[in-house]
């Protein structure tokens, strides 16, 4: 079964820890995004990778990191200098033009 | 940088009234997508326009790209109940690294 992947769906943190939100994708597409999902905010770019070791910042990637070491797999860091961590966290794979996005994870910061 | 506004924010209509929502970027764009994310879901790829003044159709949604390439509509006929959910538009501005400028959305409802 193709597609990608995201774990966990939810996700629960203290203040002041650091989380990793993992996004995998079995398409063999060599792009990969990360937004973030506020209400009535839209999706805002966080980071992407164009091929493999190799990635740039988006729009809001204070706060963020990435690592891409395998084609399949983009993880997401979010480290306690994000000041509003909480948010719905979107991972996508572009193949051509389209982008194909993961379910998701909803991570809770208390 | 890009900017993508998007109206209206949210849409509320009986079932088989028309919707349309509009999408304006402020920079000239290579491309326009379009993205539904239905309540609880992740956002599904619906179309893309590539030429200026270039209409497309999927059964009853009509997408539209405007002639100067900077603006853009969706079009539902008679919605349905299924239709519900956020309709996002995305610019891409070209260049070799792609990157998607989203709108904020539109949420329309249906009333059955």
């Known amino acids: 079964d193709g597609g990608i992947t995201q774990s966990p769906k939810y996700l629960f943190r203290k203040e002041g820890q650091n989380v990793t939100l993992s996004c995998e994708q079995n398409l063999n597409h060599d792009a990969m995004y990360w937004y973030r999902q506020d209400p009535g905010q839209g999706l805002r770019l966080i980071y992407y990778s164009q091929i493999v070791n190799d990635f740039q910042k988006g729009d809001i990637a204070e706060g963020y990191s990435v690592s891409r070491e395998k084609k399949e797999s983009f993880p997401l860091t979010v480290t306690s200098a994000q000041k509003n961590p909480t948010a719905f966290y979107l991972c996508?794979?572009?193949?051509?033009?389209?982008?194909?996005f993961g379910p998701g994870t909803r991570l809770l910061v208390l | 940088g890009q900017q993508v506004m998007q109206i209206p924010q949210y849409q509320h209509v009986q079932e088989g009234e028309d919707f349309t929502t509009y999408c304006n970027s402020s920079?000239?764009?290579?491309?326009i997508q379009w993205y539904k994310q239905r309540p609880g879901g992740h956002p599904v790829f619906l179309i893309q326009?590539?030429?200026?003044?270039e209409v497309k159709k999927q059964k009853r949604l009509t997408f539209q790209f405007g002639e100067a390439k900077k603006n853009s509509s969706l079009h539902i006929t008679a919605t349905q109940t299924t239709d519900v959910g956020t309709y996002f538009c995305a610019g891409n501005s070209g260049g070799s690294n792609y990157k998607l400028t989203f709108g904020k959305g539109t949420l329309l409802t249906v009333n059955p």
């Open positions: 996508a794979s572009r193949w051509r033009e389209t982008q194909y």
């Open positions: 326009l590539v030429k200026s003044g």
């Open positions: 920079t000239t764009l290579s491309n």
